[in-house]
Nanobody, 122 residues
């Protein structure tokens, strides 16, 4: 079953913006955190923006801090990532994730969506 589905990816010019969306389904009662990861070719997935529902504190990696904003509409059901001032270094596959095991900003053993590609060109 696919319980996380990302959308909103695509091609954008450097300096532009995109908003990614994540729709979650299935059981959410035990979900404690959700967030966004990205993966460059040949590299491991890295967390770039997470939200811990236990304290409501957002986390941003240094590479996106000040440019990206994580938010949710329906709690544990819809998650967004507003991406501004994009550069070619932001080109990657972006994944939505959720877990019942969270340690502050860290999402442990996450469930993943299928991912959505973001390509930034100049």
């Amino acid at each position: 079953q696919v319980e996380l589905e990302e959308s909103g990816g695509g091609a954008v010019q450097a300096g532009g913006s995109l908003t990614l969306s994540c729709a979650a389904s299935g059981f959410t009662y035990l979900v404690k955190c959700m967030g966004w990861f990205r993966q460059f070719p040949g590299k491991e997935r890295e967390a770039i923006a997470t939200l811990n529902f236990e304290d409501g504190t957002p986390y941003y990696s240094d590479s996106v801090k000040g440019r990206f904003t994580i938010s949710q509409e329906k709690p544990k059901k819809t998650l967004y990532l507003q991406m501004n001032n994009l550069t070619s270094e932001d080109t990657a596959m972006y994944y939505c994730a959720r877990s019942k095991t969270c340690n502050g900003a860290s999402i442990m053993r996450p469930s993943w969506g299928q991912g959505t590609q973001v390509t930034v060109s100049s």
